[in-house]
């Protein structure tokens, strides 16, 4: 709990940008919790680090483009990033690649991170 007394939530987000809508959902579940002045972070995880590329195209496959709604995060009080270090080498994904307040995390760092939090989600 933070210190107004609220619960916290991270959401874990594992899915590539496109293919299925849990890329999107998870995003939504942050922006949704966010908005209601719940303490809520973000961690990408495996595929989910795809989602903070900027350079995505989704017209061919006529979709959203998942990046425009990442870029919003910070509107609601979404700073910091919290990255899958070993899946940004395993795409040889650079820091400078990733939107400002990108954080990436070890394996111990992510388990701390996740018991953190009262809520965990998983999309």
């Known amino acids: ?3 107004a007394g609220k619960k916290s939530q991270l959401i874990i987000v594992r899915h590539s ?3 299925n809508s849990l890329a999107r959902a998870g995003l939504d579940a942050a ?3 966010a908005a209601f ?5 973000l961690l990408f ?8 590329l900027s350079a995505q195209d989704s017209s061919a496959i006529a979709s959203r483009n998942i990046f425009k709604l990442i870029g919003s995060l910070p509107l609601y009080g979404i700073e910091t990033l919290h990255v899958d270090a070993d899946a940004m080498g395993r795409y040889a ?9 990108a954080r990436p995390l070890d394996r111990s760092a992510m388990r701390q991170l996740i018991t953190e939090h009262d809520h965990v989600l998983g999309f």
Not at 37 to 41: E, I, M, T, Y
Not at 46 to 52: A, D, H, K, M, S
Not at 93 to 101: A, N, Q, R, T, Y
């Open 1 to 3: 709990m933070d210190s």
């Open 17 to 19: 940008p496109y293919g």
């Open 31 to 33: 922006l949704s919790a």
């Open 37 to 41: 002045d719940q303490p809520v972070q």
């Open 45 to 52: 995880l495996g595929e989910g680090v795809l989602q903070l």
């Open 93 to 101: 994904i650079e820091l400078s690649e990733l939107p400002v307040g």
